[in-house]
């Protein structure tokens, strides 16, 4: 029975029940669309169609509402009921509303069945509707480009005119979000503070507080707190501010951009956008999102930020055929790029973390920054003296159980000793050792943004390195040019300052304006047909143009083209591979003339004759066959090739010759390359650029000695993980990487042991610059992302200042070692006087306040004097040290055991020799052993300013510090011998003159010991081979 069978409501009247009987209604809802349940009736009460009078009251079906969109501030997506409850409410809602009953007193007549169907099917197709939306995805680069006008209409359902409607946006955000970068910063603040304090040592220094703390130690607790607290808050000030890159990603992401939608253009927010979306670029716009170009008119993109390459990319609205990598998809802009001339009209294909530029927040995102090698060390090194710890409690405790004493109070003495052999001056010493390297890292011009960092660089065997801007001066020169009639000349001076000049081969003739018709003609053509300018040494246009500019100016004829009138250009296409003026020198009734640059195979079409020597002559076969050699001699030499040639007629041209451009390497990379190579760092070079370019860069720079192997970012994206890692150290060049390759070349670096340097300066480095053991970023070239996720910046862009950090790195561990060697063999000594005297039942040789002023020598100046040692010269002629060598190596351990046994022998001696026949302690005795301590610390302090070369040849008063600590604490010392009201407070009495060369004497054997043992080390054992981490193929 349908609907018109059913008994209406009277008019005027209501239902028995005082309502609209909508019971049949219901139920033919309810048989149409199919057994569903009903929304509450608190949703359906007065939503159907109604009369107002005697006329019914229709309403035009209006477009189907969109759900409505959270606000433009808000950063979350809309939230969804679950998928059952929505589409039955959203159905019957809106066909309630169909209906339009409007209220419960109105009169209402039975609805057909037939419109009912029609409102049902309308429904339906609105479903369908919305199960297209949810089946769009975003199309990957590679794919879309490939793809015709028709298939990407097809593909993500879009009317390529007119634009998505506003229900499909609605739809769309609410599978793909918005087209932003959200970080996941769900670790508080709080906890990431708390977790500095997991650093063994640190919780070693915390238990010896509490220690501290339990035998009303009160000012050790203090200052021992104090120490940790200073150094956990440095590390977590680094680490918080380590994590601003993926705010500076984020800002890539324009704020505006230009969108059509319902066939209208629209200026709206760049975070509104979806896959699908048609958007309009224009000069100055940074692309908003990945975007298929389907129109473009003479459009260059910039997209050095996301290739690392300066030259601007020229686009093409033509499907591609064939494979290639991410940077050859010349009809695909990326999200982050820059318009530089042009306009273009796309279609979205990505947005947000579906982007290429998502894909490197993603990944920035997952990487951690891996712990560097010294803090490696300084975890292993609080384990291995918590051992120690452990060691002495527990050999105090067997040896007091074995004399029969009460283990109570042998575990205090033990706990006591344990404590105080810790040196809890070392992470305060480690702390002021990396800021005072730092500093002098600063004055040379560059920044460490993470202290243990500069360290770092002194286990560094590999350090990869972008080519444009870091190898390279990223200012494009003319560097040859080969004229039509077989001239050669050479181009010297770097950039668009004009300094250099034009000599012609052999004979080295500086060539200046027309001095050489042919040549000048040449220069004349590229100044012409130009669109650049300079501007204080700056290129305003495209750098291959300014390198022309700048080859007019060495010759003088940077004004020529101020000579003509341009009455017309063609412009270069990517296309033709070619652009042309036509221009006519002014204040002069000549011929029109046009100038042409480009390709050498399409220019080469255009022309009948060539110049030879200002006289035009028939082309000839074989004058067409020198110039394409002299192309391809010139292509192999990595050098971008451009072709000249001017004439009347586009048909008639007469060719000039031919131009050689790359952008050179930089002042002092040659060198710095030679020198770290032969210190034992393999340098690799890895760009997005072509394989002839990155050859003949390598070749330039010295790379591996010139025997180049190389890979491309296809073959590293093809290999898994253990092949890559076992091919990785062979390889020197990486040509045509993305970021996801630079960022698996790092990885298998690492696995294969490396410690890994990475240096680059755009958006493209920034996930490589975090994942390396030392990201390293440019000052002047580099983007904020790459400064942010990198730990060092060199601030002049100096690539051979790596050198400078690489040797302080060195220099530094170094010191930290003779810190540690220093202060353990002291800390050692006493405890061992100390431990002798409480087993043995002796007199202590050593009262209380004299203990106190040895640990004042063993934690004060002289210690704190050997963590700034000036860095030796030659450390960078030693090979990295390996990641497994730590601080506490078995030989820094012998030398330590043998430095305590001198001191501790000696000091016995003198108590010996010292104590009367009745075995009681005089103030004399107490004088001579504790000076003799004394003067054994400053001896072993000062053989422990270098573990390898002795005093003599690291100069004596290099490090001024270390000598005003030493005499500070000599002059302390005879002022407790000698001051009356010192001697009273440590017990102590004068001692003669022979006493005091005696100690010194006998306190200088410890020096002059170890002073022979490096001695034997330097020319009796073999000298070590540099072992390069790398293999030359």
């Not at 339009?100 to 339906?124: I, K």
Request: a neutral charge.
């Amino acid at each position: 029975m349908g609907l018109a069978d059913s008994a209406p409501t009277p008019r005027g009247g209501a239902s028995p029940a005082g309502r609209p009987a909508p019971g049949n209604l219901g139920s033919a809802y309810y048989s149409l669309l199919g057994a569903r349940a009903l929304p509450p009736a608190h949703q359906r009460g007065n939503s159907c169609r109604s009369l107002a009078g005697p006329e019914r009251a229709r309403e035009p079906a209006g477009p189907p509402r969109s759900v409505p969109s959270s606000g433009r501030g808000s950063r979350r997506e809309p939230r969804r009921p679950p998928p059952g409850v929505e589409m039955v409410e959203r159905r019957f809602s809106k066909l309630v509303q169909k209906l339009s009953l409007l209220s419960l007193t109105r009169q209402y007549e039975p609805v057909e069945d037939s419109e009912l169907e029609g409102l049902v099917a309308e429904e339906q197709c609105e479903l369908k509707t919305i199960e297209r939306e949810k089946a769009v995805i975003p199309l990957p680069p590679k794919e879309a480009s490939k793809c015709q006008k028709e298939d990407l209409s097809k593909a993500l359902y879009v009317d390529l005119q007119n634009g998505l409607s506003e229900f499909s946006v609605t739809q769309r955000r609410l599978i793909h979000g918005w087209n932003e970068f959200i970080a996941d910063n769900t670790e508080p603040v709080w906890k990431k503070y708390l977790d500095q304090f997991k650093n063994p040592l640190i919780l070693l220094l915390l238990g010896s507080a509490l220690v501290s703390v339990i035998t009303k130690e009160y000012e050790d607790a203090v200052s021992i707190t104090m120490a940790v607290l200073i150094v956990v808050t440095v590390a977590f000030i680094q680490e918080y501010r380590s994590e601003k890159s993926l705010e500076e990603l984020s800002k890539l992401v324009p704020p505006e951009c230009n969108c059509i939608r319902d066939g209208k253009l629209q200026h709206m927010f760049a975070r509104d956008l979806v896959p699908g979306d048609i958007v309009c670029l224009s000069v100055g716009d940074r692309v908003p999102a990945d975007i298929r170009l389907i129109e473009v008119t003479e459009l260059l993109v910039d997209e050095s930020s996301f290739t690392g390459e300066a030259e601007p990319c020229i686009k093409t609205d033509i499907p591609l055929s064939g494979e290639g990598d991410l940077t050859s998809l010349n009809n695909i802009v990326f999200m982050g790029t820059l318009v530089q001339y042009g306009k273009g009209r796309g279609v979205v294909i990505g947005t947000g973390e579906k982007s290429q530029f998502g894909e490197v927040f993603k990944m920035m995102q997952a990487e951690e920054t891996p712990k560097t090698p010294l803090q490696k060390s300084m975890d292993k090194l609080g384990k291995q003296l918590t051992l120690f710890s452990f060691g002495i409690i527990g050999l105090i405790m067997l040896i007091g159980w074995l004399q029969g004493k009460q283990i109570l109070s042998m575990f205090t003495i033990g706990v006591s000793l344990a404590v105080a052999a810790i040196p809890e001056g070392l992470p305060i010493v480690v702390m002021v050792t990396l800021v005072l390297g730092v500093l002098r890292m600063a004055k040379k011009r560059v920044i460490v943004k993470k202290l243990p960092i500069v360290e770092t660089l002194g286990c560094c065997n590999v350090i990869c390195s972008d080519k444009t801007g870091t190898l390279t001066a990223n200012e494009m020169t003319v560097t040859q040019l080969v004229t039509s009639d077989g001239l050669r000349a050479e181009v010297t001076g770097v950039g668009y300052n004009g300094v250099g000049t034009v000599c012609l081969l052999p004979s080295n003739e500086v060539i200046k304006e027309f001095s050489n018709v042919s040549v000048g003609k040449l220069v004349e053509a590229g100044c012409v047909a130009n669109n650049a300018i300079i501007r204080k040494n700056t290129v305003i246009g495209q750098p291959t143009e300014g390198a022309l500019i700048a080859l007019a100016m060495k010759m003088d004829l940077s004004d020529i083209k101020d000579s003509y009138i341009r009455k017309k250009e063609i412009p270069f296409s990517s296309e033709q591979k070619w652009m042309a003026v036509k221009c006519s020198l002014k204040n002069e009734d000549q011929e029109e003339v046009y100038f042409m640059k480009g390709a050498f195979e399409e220019v080469i079409r255009y022309c009948t004759m060539y110049n030879n020597g200002g006289i035009p002559l028939q082309l000839t076969p074989q004058q067409k066959s020198f110039c394409q050699q002299e192309e391809k001699r010139m292509g192999s030499l990595g050098l971008r090739v451009l072709a000249l040639a001017s004439g009347p007629e586009l048909g008639k041209l007469t060719f000039l010759g031919l131009v050689g451009i790359i952008d050179p390497p930089r002042a002092g990379v040659k060198e710095a390359v030679q020198v770290l190579t032969e210190s034992g760092v393999s340098v690799k070079m890895i760009t997005g650029d072509a394989l002839e370019t990155a050859l003949a860069i390598g070749r330039n720079i010295g790379l591996c000695n010139g025997k180049l192997k190389a890979m491309s970012g296809e073959e590293v994206e093809k290999m898994e993980k253990p092949e890559l890692s076992a091919k990785v150290r062979k390889v020197s060049i990486f040509f045509r990487t993305s970021p996801k390759h630079k960022l698996k070349i790092i990885k298998a670096l690492q696995e294969s042991g490396a410690i890994v340097g990475m240096t680059g300066d755009g958006v493209n480095d920034a996930v490589a610059l975090k994942s390396a053991d030392i990201g390293i970023a440019m000052g002047q070239t580099g983007t904020d992302v790459s400064k942010e996720a990198a730990n060092m910046i060199l601030v002049d862009d100096d690539f051979s200042t790596i050198m400078n950090a690489v040797e302080e790195g060195k220099g530094i561990f170094y010191n930290i070692k003779n810190f540690v060697r220093f202060q353990l063999s002291t800390s050692i000594s006493a405890l061992s006087l100390i431990t002798l005297s409480t087993v043995f039942n002796l007199p202590n040789p050593l009262n209380a306040m004299q203990i106190l002023w040895i640990n004042i020598i063993m934690d004060g100046p002289p210690a704190q004097s050997l963590g700034v040692e000036p860095v030796d010269k030659d450390a960078l002629k030693h090979p990295p040290r390996s990641v497994k060598d730590t601080i506490l190596s078995k030989a820094l351990i012998l030398k330590i055991l043998i430095s305590a046994v001198i001191i501790i022998s000696g000091t016995l001696f003198i108590f010996w020799k010292e104590i009367p026949d009745g075995k009681e302690v005089t103030p004399r005795t107490t004088t001579m052993t504790f000076t003799c301590f004394v003067f054994f610390d400053l001896f072993n302090a000062l053989t422990c300013r270098s573990q390898t070369k002795l005093i003599f040849e690291i100069g004596f008063f290099r490090n001024r510090m270390f000598l005003y600590s030493v005499l500070g604490s000599i002059l302390g010392q005879l002022a407790v011998i000698y001051i009356p009201p010192l001697q009273k407070i440590f017990q102590t009495e004068n001692l003669g003159a022979l006493d005091l060369l005696f100690l010194t004497g006998l306190a200088s054997s410890v020096f002059i010991l170890s002073e022979l043992i490096k001695l034997c080390e330097k020319y009796c054992c073999r000298t070590k081979t540099v072992k390069t981490h790398h293999e030359v193929v």
